[in-house]
């Protein structure tokens, strides 16, 4: 696949073909008889029989009752319209899938059936459970101990607090309370009102990291109860202002006369908060981490790219960023098989992220055999160097590799640099970075493989790219060309 993402002609229909018998998720094409046409090899597994007893087979005989399903999806295909994704279970097994389908067109732009793709989610769906019964478990325990949950929205000053509050003033969930809106505070005692705010700004001003106040609310029955709530900022924007916070509220009226009891209470709210914020984290690394290598996913690489190079501070921001990709990794793949495939390229993510030794710097993987690096406060020079470090890390792996020339795993990598410095011409975003190392990529492999090319922006907007050798900086050897001002939006 070229840049630009297009495919060559060359590639052979029986290249396409032994792609999708061999794609890493179970494929299926659905007729408009209801029909299985077609499939691939991860489809045989997912039902435990060979291809050519499930080509021709009618869905239902294949997943019962999956028949309106998939006459609903093709209605909607015809119409033009998209087919929602969603989870089922094969009958017999006990994995959980996600299902996924795209009209499949003949030459002439018809409908003839549908491309459905089942992705086992079996392990995430495990984990997501789990933390769901977790926070059951903790939301039954703050019930139990009056207590409940607020999160205060930091720049709107809005608050919204769990369901089971009004249970804590003695009102019913359906009831309405007086006095209660969702700016923050509202419910405080006026006359603690200015104790409390303190407490707040103290928190916000960074003088403490716990915010904690004890106040009184007014209870249904008219009378003052004596709340003590406790929280911590749970999020903050790029440049580290507190965005939201994340607290619990407990009614200490009884504490209040009884001191003993008030300890007991603070160290089972103390751990329920921590389970809160751990749960919180959890699902936070999930989601920005690629399972396969523990690199960052794209997704962290998205955020960590676009907040360095709108980060301010007493010097403008500057960064390097590397597009690394593995050699000849498809017929890597061919030859040894995709298990030894994802070996590889957990030890190609061991050996980068090892090479980078920097707090700022941030290694990840950008999807199949490509990765990405985003080098903070770094010039061409320095990136030179990294990359440099990066060869050789992979080539000392001495991975075999009877599809390379050279017998072993290596890859190219392609450097591009973003100087904050740069005059507001330039128009430096995202999308242009990154498609400058693409390019640098691009180049890196066309001319051999297991090399470095570097590309910059240029202060007119075009990019200049330099052939950099697999020799030390000081004695690389630079070809130069110019090309078309990029246009950011593509």
Known sequence: MVADGTVPETIELTTLSSAYLSAPVALAMIGRDLTCMNGNRRLAAMFGRPLEEIVGQDVDTLVPGSSDLVRRGLARAIAGASIDEREMSIPGRDNIYLVTA??????????????????????????????????????????????????LDIPSNTVRRSPHWKHGLGYASREEVSGTDDVAWSVVNPEDRPYVLKRYQDLLDGRTDLFEATYRVSHKSGRWIWIMARGRIVARDAEGQPLRLLATSVDITRQ????????????????????????????????????????????????????????????????????????????????????????CLRKVAAALRKSVNRAGDLVTRYGGEEFAAVLAD?????????????????????????????????????????????????????????????????????????CIASAGISNDGTLSTMKVTENAPTARSRTRSREPRIDPAQ
């Open 102 to 151: 795209e009209p499949f067109r003949d030459v002439s732009g018809t409908v003839v059936g549908l491309s459905i793709a089942f992705v086992d989610i079996t392990e995430r769906r495990r984990t997501t459970d789990a933390l769901a019964e977790m926070e059951q478990s903790i939301t039954f325990a703050l019930e139990n101990a009056n207590q409940w949950i607020w999160e």
């Open 378 to 450: 770094s010039d061409e020079s320095g990136a030179l160097i990294m990359a440099g470090t990066m060869l050789e890390a992979v080539r000392a792996l001495r991975l075999p590799h009877a599809g390379s020339s050279l017998g072993h795993i290596t890859v190219s990598i392609g450097i591009s640099v973003f100087d904050g410095a740069s005059p507001p011409g330039t128009n430096m975003i995202p999308a242009v970075v990154i498609h400058a190392a693409d390019r640098a990529l691009y180049a890196a492999k066309q001319a051999g493989r297991n």
């Open 256 to 343: 209040k006369h009884v001191e003993q009891e008030l300890a007991a209470t603070v160290r089972q709210r103390e751990k329920l908060e921590r389970e809160l914020v751990d749960a919180n984290r959890r699902l936070t690394a999930l989601s920005e981490m690629d399972p396969l290598t523990e690199l960052p996913n794209r997704r962290k690489f998205d955020e960590v790219l676009a907040r360095e190079m709108r980060r301010s501070g007493r010097r403008p921001p500057s960064l390097a960023l590397m597009m690394i990709d593995v050699d000849h990794f498809k017929s890597y793949n061919d030859l040894h098989g995709h298990l030894e495939g994802d070996e």
